[in-house]
């Protein structure tokens, strides 16, 4: 079966259209403000409409719920993606589908999750600075045993330093039902997180052929 593919910290609108027009699963939009793909409201207001074929994922770390509500709404998320010190778990109440992301390696059965709180998915990260996209790779072999561990509880993805050249080895060591890249996905140097088509495409072949 095909491994989906999220290109995370899309902030414009041409980029936003170069992914919907390539056909990848997920776009991420990273809603804080101390990250250099920070998409701010002007750029929101730029979007192309939501896609019944293209996933909107918000990137938040410690959003206030009644600031998270507001950005769902008005950009029309699909899901959302909370960092930082809060628990997964306390979004769960706020009716929005979320991500568990686990970031780093930490000890396999320290991770549980309460049935009724279960996530839509579950993200494997690097532990970084900013809270991802800065093309650190995630333990594989850790990953695959907490993919098998956790796919009882949600699909689960794999981020952290994933790039044209290493993702057929990723897919293939850990089994993900899916990948997240930002920094892999984007052209050299990039000042403010501008995707490459060529690299996106590449990323796209591969996660069809998984």
Known sequence: MAVRLKICGVCTAVDYALCTRLGVDSIGLNLWPGSKRFLADADAAALPPASRDVERVGVFVDAAPEHIIARARALSLD????????????????GIPYTWVIRGTPELDALEAAPAQRPTRILLDAAVDGFGGAGRRTDWAWARRARDRLSAIAPVWLAGGLNPENAAEAIATVGPAGIDVATGAERDGARRGEKDPARVSALLELCRRA
Not at 82 to 91: K, M, S, V
């Open 79 to 94: 899901l959302i993606q909370p960092h930082g010190d809060r628990p997964a778990f306390a979004y769960a109440r706020l």
